[in-house]
Structures are given as C-alpha cells and as structure tokens.
C-alpha cells in the first residue's frame, strides 16, 4: 500500500505485487505492507506469529543499500483507533502476531544516502507463517537445567581445548569423551520437542518454508539527482522542554536535561525540520531557542552549523540561569552570534498571535531592543489578525492584511495562519503586495488547530495525501518558511511510559508528532508518526518542484501540481497516492541527465 494509506484494522489489502519505488539521493521513500490471515494457526487469542524477513537492496553493478542501515521496518500502531505510531521492530528478522479479521500494517522506509552510485536497486521481503515460541510445548529452561547445561557444555570445552601439541592417540579419547557428553546434552529432556521415534528432524525444512512464505519483490530507482543537505524551506517546529522534563524526571540545567534536549534536537533533524525548544509565558509570549547552551559554548556552534538546519531560534532571555546577568545576556549573544558565518539562519521568536495593542507592543519594545544590538537581526512573530483594540482597517481581512505596515520596521518574517486564507487562494496576493522583500521581509505560514478538513493539516484521522498536501499549498503560494507550534505537546505525565493523551481542547494529533519510545516498548528512541513521515514526503516534494522549477520556471512547476492532479487548491488536491507518483517521475524523466 502507498505511504499516504491509512490503513486501519478493517482495511482490506490489496492483491501482492512488486513493489516499485523511485528516489532520489538524501530521500526517504516509504511505503507500507499490510498483512491479513485468512487461517488461524496460532493460539486462542492471535490468528497467528509470521516472520518477517528483509534483504538488502542491490543494483547490478553490485552497489547496497543495507538492511538495518538504509532500510528500516516499522510497525504501524494505532492511537486513538487510527494508525499513526510506527514502532521500530528487529532486523533483518523479526516476528509480529496476527489477529483475527484484523489487517496489520507495516511501514517500510528507505533512506538512500547522498552518495549513493545511482541504478536500480532489488531485494526481497519474505514472510512466513511460523509457530511462536508461546506455542511450543516446551517450558522455559529453569535456573538450575540452565546451570546444569552450562557445566556440561564447559566441561565439554575443558577437554577439548588443550589439545595443541598432544599425541594424536590423546587428542582422538578426548574428542571421543567430548562426542559422548555432547550427545548426552542433546538428549537430555531441555530438547526434547526437537526429537522424534525416527530420529532428530528439522523444525522446518525448505518446502515447508516455501508453502508457507510470501516473497514480495522491492525495486527502486535511484537517481542522480541530490536532494540538498540544507532544506531550501525552513520548517521550524517547536518541542515543549516542560513536557520533556515533566515526563522524563529531568531537572532544567542538569547534564540529563541537556542529554533529553540534545536527544529530541539530533532525532528531528532527520525529518529536514530544525526544531527550537519553547516554553510558553503569560499571554502568548514564548521564549524559543534552538541550542540550550550559551552562544560561545561550542555545542552552539555545534548545532548551528549542522547543513541540516536552515534555521535557528535565538532566545531573547537567557534559558538557564548562570554567570552572565540578565541585563547584558541579550547583547553578549547577539555580538557573538554576528561573527558567524550562520548568523543568516538566526531569527527571533518572541510572541506567538498577539491579540490586541498591548501585545503587539511587547514585540515592537522587544524588537527594538534586538536590533539596538544587531540591525540586521531577523524577528519573527506569527498571527492571525490585528491588534483587536485598535482596528486597523474596516474589516477583519484587511486588518490582518495591514500588520506588516503596523509592525515594520521591527518585524522581518510575517509568519500568518493558513486558517485566515479559507479556500481564498486569491487573498495571498493581497498579503504579498504589503510587504518589502527588497528589505528583507520573509512570508511564512502556519498550522494549528486550524484549518480543519478538508483543507490540509496534520491532524489524526485526516487522509495521507492531507497531509502531505501541506507543503503543497506551501509551493504553490509562494511562502519562503515554515513554522509549526508543537510536536511533542501531549497532556502533561511523569512517568516515561505513560499513556499519551492528547491535550483538551484540540483536534486530536494537533501538536503531538511524535511519541515517547518509552510508551511502546523498552526503547528510549522516540517514535514518529505517520504524520511526520508525510511532513517529510511532503517537503522532499517540494526540493523536487524547486529542482524542476530550475529548469522550466516556478510557474511551469505550479503547472505540473495541477496537470498531475496533485493540488489545485486547499479544498481540491487528490486523494489517491498515483498522481504524486507520477509527478515525481514526469519530474525525474524531465530533470535527469
């Protein structure tokens, strides 16, 4: 099944076929598996145990993509009944139980690095109906059996050895003695499900396998072309630091506190997002940072230069408190900052929508306060209005339109909500024409609670291509940014392993992207959703219109998402996976060399 398929336990699977992935270089292509019994073979409660194997992808000329490396499998898990969890599980072999009547899916990713010698890659997935090891007659080994065997089996070793420089009469009585003892250990009843009157027998021999296994072929192109390191977009999201250290028992400025923090930094990298840390004030303001540390430590500089950020939140206060006061903290960072060659990936976040005069105020004092220090310093603030106290127009739209006017010149990133947009796609140029590029003014865009479906964003239950279709709608309007408010803003725990509950108030999903490792298993790892791999989709889609753009010119690519079928507009974009398909191969066999 195509990765934009939820696929719910009542889904059906489709009929197996090979399966056929394109990709280019520094991509992630996935897709999905979705497995149903027809048969119990298994206990009472689970149809039964299938093995799930993988090779490793290999072109003709001998080139790999490695299992467990490269390629990686994930089970899908629903949450609140719709699947989005994708929970690691072993490789190159593992087991997962089937249900009756039930369809589970499993989540198939490929990560072709940059260097990657470009061809068509083949491999195989073969599963196989098994016995679980729940079901076999025999009972754990006890400590003592265990004991007991471990002797025998060292005693075996004992003797055979010293048997460097012995006489050949001595080392055969020894091998013989060794052969004897050994036979006594297989015999002895800890293996006794694997005899039989007629001698030993295999557990499964090849034509048993083979009657019970489904080979899926796996072929994927990848080509030259080398999505770049650094995302041409900057999709900046936020990761709560309460939530961290509600949940984890971390204490703010403890050297776990900066293992969490660097954890959740390095793991949401690989999705071409460059998180920020937050933690939210009195009325909206926020206090947003990318590294925890002070800007001359040298993880800042660590962080900040990594090709994988495009941007960087600077705090406005200082995070943990230390040596340096608070009144000269602001300056001290922004002189240091100014001297680095990343100083472009810098931005100010200091209140999230403010509402009336007063607020917007707050971010005028404090963006003058900034730019005393560093003129050319980027202040982003997000909204969705005017200040509601001191009308800026007649009507709602066009107060919202005048906000660049009202806040320049201390604002540089005008980051609006798609919400005030509706299905009015005409209305961004009437944002465009307010504002100064020539001065270095940006327009990003936002999602949160809304806009709701059918237009696209990232809540629980909306289909895949909703997803994705986000940075869709961001392509084709032109925005330069990205930001969204939450990923890990669940409602509050401190227990790692809790359950996860969404917070009240909000579609369920709404800033909650990923998942504590912890909840599903033993592992410490978060767990993505579903979700962000669409984000991810999504954004490598748009590295491929910005290449195909290149060449034949931004309005040729806004052409291309509409002949495809792919997206036409927030309330009209498809909802079947072939188009994107076929976009990124027209895209392909037009940009290849």
Not at 359 to 384: C, F, G, K, W
Not at 461 to 472: I, P
């Amino acid at each position: 099944m195509p990765n934009t398929a939820n696929v719910g336990p009542q889904d059906m699977p489709r009929h197996l076929e090979p399966i056929n992935l394109l990709a280019a270089r520094n991509e992630r292509e996935s897709v999905q598996i979705a497995i149903r019994p027809k048969v119990s073979w298994g206990g009472s409660s689970v149809a039964g145990t299938v093995q799930i194997q993988c090779s490793d992808l290999c072109s003709t000329s001998g080139d790999r993509l490695i299992v467990g490396q490269s390629l990686l499998l994930r089970r899908v898990v629903p949450i609140l009944g719709v699947p989005d969890a994708l929970v690691p599980v072993d490789l190159p072999v593992s087991q997962i139980n089937l249900f009756p009547g039930e369809t589970t899916a499993l989540w198939i990713s490929i990560d072709v690095p940059s260097s990657q010698p470009p061809g068509q890659y083949e491999g195989e997935i073969v599963i196989t109906a098994i016995k679980s090891d729940a079901e076999s007659p025999v009972q754990s080994i006890s400590k003592v059996e265990k004991h007991q065997l471990y002797r025998d089996l060292k005693g075996c070793l004992d003797i055979v050895e010293p048997i460097d420089g012995k006489p050949l009469d001595e080392v055969v009585e020894r091998v013989k003695s060794t052969t004897t003892s050994l036979r006594r250990i297989l015999l002895s009843p800890s293996f006794s499900e694997f005899f039989s009157d007629n001698g030993p027998v295999d557990v499964m021999d090849e034509d048993a396998i083979s009657s019970l296994s489904l080979r899926m072929k796996l072929n994927l192109t990848v080509w030259e072309f080398v999505l770049p390191e650094t995302p041409s977009l900057p999709a900046v999201f936020g990761i709560s630091d309460t939530v961290i250290e509600d949940r984890f028992g971390v204490q703010q400025g403890t050297a776990e506190w900066y293992e969490a923090l660097d954890q959740h930094f390095k793991w949401l990298l690989q999705y071409r997002i460059s998180p920020y840390f937050c933690k939210w004030a009195d009325g909206m303001r926020v206090l947003t940072y990318t590294s925890p540390w002070p800007a001359d430590h040298p993880k800042s500089d660590e962080y900040f230069s990594d090709p994988r950020l495009a941007a960087y939140a600077v705090p406005y206060k200082q995070v943990v408190s230390g040596n340096n006061s608070a009144e000269d903290y602001l300056q001290k960072q922004v002189e240091i900052l100014r001297t680095k060659n990343h100083w472009r990936k810098a931005y100010f976040y200091l209140w999230d929508e403010p509402l009336n005069l007063e607020q917007y105020d707050s971010v005028r004092n404090m963006a003058s306060e900034i730019h005393a220090y560093a003129p050319d310093a980027r202040i982003l603030t997000t909204y969705y209005c005017g200040p509601n106290d001191a009308p800026l127009a007649p009507t709602p739209f066009d107060a919202f339109v005048k906000v660049p006017s009202f806040l320049r010149p201390h604002n540089q990133i005008y980051c609006t909500s798609e919400w005030v947009l509706g299905n009015q796609e005409d209305l961004v140029k009437d944002i465009i024409a307010e504002l100064q590029p020539e001065n270095g003014e940006e327009w990003w865009t936002y999602v949160c609670m809304g806009p709701s479906d059918p237009h696209p964003n990232w809540h629980l239950g909306m289909r895949g291509t909703q997803h994705r279709a986000v940075m869709w709608r961001v392509w084709k309007e032109g925005g330069t940014g990205f930001l969204y408010w939450g990923a890990n803003c669940y409602e509050k725990a401190t227990v790692a392993s809790a359950e996860i509950k969404f917070r009240h108030g909000l579609p369920p999903g709404d800033g909650v992207l990923y998942y504590p490792g912890e909840v599903f298993s033993t592992s410490h790892q978060p767990v993505a959703s579903l979700r962000l791999e669409r984000i991810l989709n999504g954004l490598q889609d748009t590295e491929y219109l910005r290449l195909y753009a290149s060449r034949y010119g931004r309005d040729e690519s806004i052409a291309l998402l509409e002949r495809m079928g792919v997206y036409f507009g927030p309330e009209r974009y498809t909802f079947e996976h072939m188009p994107i398909d076929a976009m990124r191969g027209q895209i392909f066999n037009a940009c290849r060399s």
